[in-house]
């Protein structure tokens, strides 16, 4: 039942994030930018819900803060759904910045209770945590596409309509949940050495952003590259959708599927796999796009949960940081790094050479993930 409750609350979350990942270009010209115009107000955006997790996280940590599990849903619904209002880019950026932080309030907290739910079988109380949120991804950018195309960049205030009332209830459950707590201190005896360095620290970051870098800018790059080819909103946030629909169908099977002893090889496994399918995603179009598209999401996915569930054994007695660095630092690095790629990429009109990179990222996160330290569990099946 609570763990129920956070998903529901996780899929609210998200939903209400991913309504803004088609509306980029149109939000443009609506402000009468050039192309490009807005992706400093990106870095803003990916920047505030990202590290904006580890502040809110190390306050958890030394607090515990309940609240922010549902304080942080409000803050973000009340103010991405009022970005049709915006008349600059000011102004827009304002309210990314607000809604931002209202998500990454929400994400540690509620994923260091998730996990404490289940100690005994962290990946899997993750993969179901995790699966609403990215199943909340893929719903928002086709609710958003079909809302912006009939009644205007303001009938996403119908947002709140819809959302507040669905939080309401949401809370009444989750204001009787205990705040998690971190774990007990036999989960160390998982990994090689109870005391983790910087340096892994600094290679879980690593990891988790070139593993991001196509999760976060392949609907970006899908974004300017459809609307190029006269695409309506609809039909971008339809392709968003098919991503992030494949990325939460990946963390379904995670959960499904994937046991404890698979789990380090699938870490490093399906990114490989991935990679192909990425560097094909500038040669394809229509249908066959959707399909390539959703593969490539599923097979990014599967091992997402895997990566958050390590982050909380690396670091056991701080897990909203934990949570914080695998859930939104390395998403930060590479919400800071995609508008860059992507703005260069366009002054250059060489945009669809960007999956590429995102291949070359996925390549990366998978050699470096035979660095990652053992744990019992593998130590036993070799």
């Known amino acids: 039942m609570a763990l129920g409750l956070l998903a529901a609350t ?23 930018l050039r192309e490009g115009g807005l992706l400093w107000v990106t870095v803003c955006w990916s920047v505030t819900n990202s590290f904006g997790q580890l502040f809110f996280a190390l306050w958890s940590d030394r607090r515990p803060s309940p609240y922010w599990i549902w304080v942080g849903p409000l803050l973000a619904i009340l103010s991405l759904s009022c970005i049709g209002l915006a ?7 304002g309210l990314f910045i607000l809604g931002g932080l209202g998500v990454a309030a ?3 907290e509620a994923a260091a209770t998730a996990g404490s739910l289940f100690p005994a079988n962290r990946s899997r109380a993750m993969a179901i945590f995790a699966l609403c949120g990215y199943l909340g991804q893929s719903v928002g950018p086709y609710y958003s596409g079909q809302m912006v195309d009939k009644l ?21 459950g989750l204001r009787r949940m205990a705040p998690g707590g971190n774990a007990p201190a036999m989960e160390t005896a998982n990994l090689e050495s109870r005391k983790v360095p910087f340096g892994m620290i600094a290679l879980l970051l690593v990891v988790g952003a070139s593993r991001i870098l196509p999760a976060l800018g392949v609907p970006l790059a899908l974004a300017y ?28 099977a995670c959960a499904a599927f994937l046991r404890p002893q698979w789990e380090r090889t699938a870490l490093w496994i399906f990114p490989l796999l991935a ?15 959707v399909y390539l598209v959703a593969l490539a999401g599923l097979l990014l996915g599967v091992t997402m949960p895997v990566y958050i569930a390590y982050g909380q054994q690396i670091l056991p007695h701080g897990q909203r940081v934990a949570s914080s660095i695998t859930m939104g630092v390395s998403w930060g690095i590479s919400g800071a790094i995609v508008p860059v790629v992507i703005g260069t990429m366009l002054r250059f009109d ?14 990366l996160s998978s050699c470096l993930c035979h660095l990652l330290p053992r744990r019992e569990i593998d130590r036993v099946r070799r």
């Open 10 to 32: 996780h899929f609210l979350v998200d939903v209400t994030a991913g309504t803004i990942s088609p509306l980029w270009p149109g939000l443009e010209e609506s402000l009468h």
């Open 87 to 93: 008349g600059s880019s000011i102004g827009l950026a």
């Open 106 to 108: 929400f994400h540690p």
């Open 225 to 252: 590259l459809l609307k190029e080819a006269s695409a309506s909103t609809a039909v971008v946030g339809a392709a968003q959708s098919a991503f992030m629909g494949g990325i939460g169908f990946g963390a379904m």
């Open 350 to 363: 060489v945009l669809p050479s960007i999956f590429w990179f995102f291949m070359s990222a996925s390549l």
């Open 152 to 172: 205007g960049f303001r009938g996403l205030l119908w947002g709140i309509a819809w959302g507040a009332p669905i939080l309401f209830m949401l809370w009444l």
């Open 275 to 289: 990679a192909p399918v990425l560097a094909s995603l500038g040669f394809v179009s229509d249908w066959t796009l």
